[in-house]
């Protein structure tokens, strides 16, 4: 295990800090593009190494079904596979139980499930994605857990923090018969309960993990529930150790997650709408296959700076997306991860100036 982290600024439980995994110094708050297959949709490794993103996130399910482990074992890990050098955020599987509810069926010890490839039948316990999350050579590896869906009935919720203590329970024991490798992270589940989920939170951070992550937000709540959620955990959170806001990543949430603690974020979003055509700016978001932009010669944010902004015009962007050219995806994409990187180094400034309300303010207006 080899994981520091350090606040270096507060503002209320909203905070900025540093976080060391192995040769990787990363300045939190951060948001973590997710590559779920070993690859951030539509950009290549070079690209992400451009962006300078030196933390992000992969699929431990989508991995263990397709190259397999056997094929991440003979490459040495997912970072040579991809040709990708920094640090691997990987999930454990737990998401794929609660969106592919009916291929998967828990059990005491696990879960059984079968592949939405081919119906092929499986099994994942707490140290077998230990196990899988090893040959992957993730950074910070995620505990199995059970997230219940939203609306579940207070026994479903109760079930699943049990449950997620439990394997909880075995995975820290396993993690430690190996020697604590790399980094491991607990999951508070709990629902929108905010008493099931303190006592998650205590449960676990009563354990030695590194980590700490909220899963099960963000999943079909009303956003107060939500931000009500976030902020009975805010003054129950370890503040020595980072948290981890699983699948959040719109600018809203980002500056609620931030004002109540979180340190890390993930999400399709920015990458999944570039591919749509949408794209974020400093002045709100646009829609690039707009009949507005078609003979414009603007950039698509004068603020911005990245090289699609430099070079590009929205007026060539919108053709591309219209035609259904693959650079389309490529130039948004691109673009969108270089804003949600500038954001969130603006974001950290603000918490250091003592600025983090009105920035959050000005920034809401613009992503209500």
């Keep these: 295990m080899n994981l520091r982290f350090e606040v270096t600024a507060k503002q209320g439980f909203a905070r900025s800090g540093t976080l060391v995994l192995n040769d990787q110094t990363i300045e939190t708050p951060e948001f973590m593009p997710v590559g779920t297959r070993g690859s951030i949709k539509a950009i290549d490794s070079w690209e ?6 030196q933390l992000i996130l992969a699929n431990t399910y989508h991995l263990y079904l397709k190259p397999g482990i056997d094929v991440l074992r003979d490459f040495g890990g ?13 999930d454990s599987g ?7 509810g009916s291929l998967f069926q828990i059990h005491r010890d696990g879960v059984k499930f079968q592949s939405h490839i081919d119906g092929s039948y499986h099994e994942f316990t707490p140290s077998k994605v230990i196990d899988i999350q090893r040959v992957i050579g993730s950074d910070i590896m995620m505990v199995l857990d059970d997230c219940a869906p939203y609306g579940s009935e207070l026994k479903r919720l109760e079930m699943g923090c049990d449950t997620t203590r439990r394997w909880a329970l075995d995975s820290i024991r396993y993690w430690e018969e190996l020697d604590r490798p790399a980094n491991l992270f607990c999951i508070v589940q709990g629902g929108t309960n905010p008493e099931l989920r303190k006592q998650s939170l205590e449960d676990l951070q009563a354990m030695s993990f590194p980590g700490v992550a909220l899963g099960g937000l963000s999943v079909g709540e009303p956003r107060e529930e939500f931000r009500n959620t976030l902020a009975a955990l805010a003054p129950e ?14 600018v809203p949430d980002i500056l609620d997650g931030v004002r109540y603690g979180v340190d890390l974020f993930d999400c399709v979003l920015p990458t999944r709408n570039a591919r749509n055509g ?3 700016t400093s002045k709100g978001k646009l829609n690039l296959r707009n009949e507005k932009f078609k003979r414009s010669d603007a950039p698509i944010d004068t603020e911005c700076g990245c090289r699609v902004c ?9 053709h591309l997306h219209n035609v259904g050219e693959i650079t389309a995806y490529t130039l948004s994409t691109f673009h969108n991860l270089a804003f949600m990187k500038k954001f969130l ?16 303010e000005e920034w ?3 992503y209500p």
Excluded: C, W
């Excluded at 992400?48 to 993103?53: N, V």
């Excluded at 737990?94 to 592919?100: A, P």
């Design 48 to 53: 992400i190494d451009d962006l300078d993103y």
């Design 345 to 360: 180094k603006n974001l950290r400034d603000s918490i250091k100036k003592g600025d983090f309300e009105v920035f959050s």
């Design 278 to 280: 949408q794209v974020f």
């Design 310 to 318: 430099q070079r590009y015009s929205l007026g060539y962007l919108r």
């Design 237 to 250: 959170l370890d503040s020595s150790r980072p948290h981890y806001l699983m699948g959040v990543g719109t």
């Design 364 to 366: 809401k207006k613009l």
């Design 78 to 90: 997912l970072k040579n596979f991809m040709g990708y050098s920094r640090a691997i955020l990987t």
């Design 94 to 100: 737990g998401y794929q139980m609660f969106s592919l």
